[in-house]
């Protein structure tokens, strides 16, 4: 198993990266996410890897960070969910932003990455909702927390809803109004989600 690649980036193109390694180039399948942040061509690098393998071919997707790879392997263990899904997922989102959308069940934000559809959405966010917080992913873990103490039936539940309805996703509600005192009425955590959320824009 090749676990990563060092070397010179010779092609950087919307879907894949090619690095070259002592004269040799490495084809790796990757994110939009990693080609925006992976450097110029001609540059040294370092991707993370994994070798896809089937009957019919052998693959190889390459990351530029570790919690990006990692995620990515959760997301192909998801039942229905290839290789190339899991890409279309993470260059739309990063590992940090579908923790979050997993966490508040935000399957409608998953849903945007190409090829993904409401059902495939779902699984997601059913299979990984116990899964995710097993990354390293940094500041994110405390937003990550405020969006799962958001609980059915609750006023945090209640506030979120109205949020959506205003037109906010489900997830940033959801991280919101998880971080607010719990002994807030639904009307003063819409007020006051309202008010960062708008801070946030």
């Given at each position: 198993m090749i676990y990563n690649l060092s070397g010179t980036l010779t092609v950087c193109d919307p879907n894949f990266i090619v690095v070259e390694c002592s004269g040799v180039g490495f084809k790796c399948f990757t994110t939009l996410n990693t080609v925006k942040g992976i450097g110029k061509v001609g540059e040294k690098v370092n991707v993370f890897t994994y070798l896809s393998v089937r009957e019919d071919a052998m693959d190889l997707y390459g990351f530029s960070s570790i919690e990006e790879l990692e995620t990515f392997k959760l997301l192909?263990?998801?039942?229905?969910i290839g290789p190339k899904a899991a890409v279309s997922v993470l260059s739309e989102l990063s590992p940090d932003r579908l923790a979050?959308?997993?966490?508040?069940?935000?399957?409608?934000?998953?849903?945007r990455a190409q090829g993904v559809g409401k059902k495939m959405a779902e699984r997601i966010v059913l299979e990984l909702k116990d899964k995710m917080g097993s990354i390293a992913l940094g500041n994110t873990s405390d937003a990550v927390s405020n969006a799962a103490s958001v609980t059915d039936g609750s006023v945090s539940a209640e506030a979120v809803e109205a949020l959506v309805a205003l037109g906010y996703s489900q997830s940033d509600a959801a991280v919101v109004v998880g971080g607010m005192d719990k002994s807030l009425t639904v009307d003063?955590?819409?007020?006051?989600?309202?008010?960062q959320l708008a801070g946030n824009l």
């Open positions: 192909i263990s998801v039942s229905g979050v959308c997993i966490a508040s069940g935000d399957a409608k934000a998953i849903t003063e955590m819409i007020r006051l989600g309202l008010k």
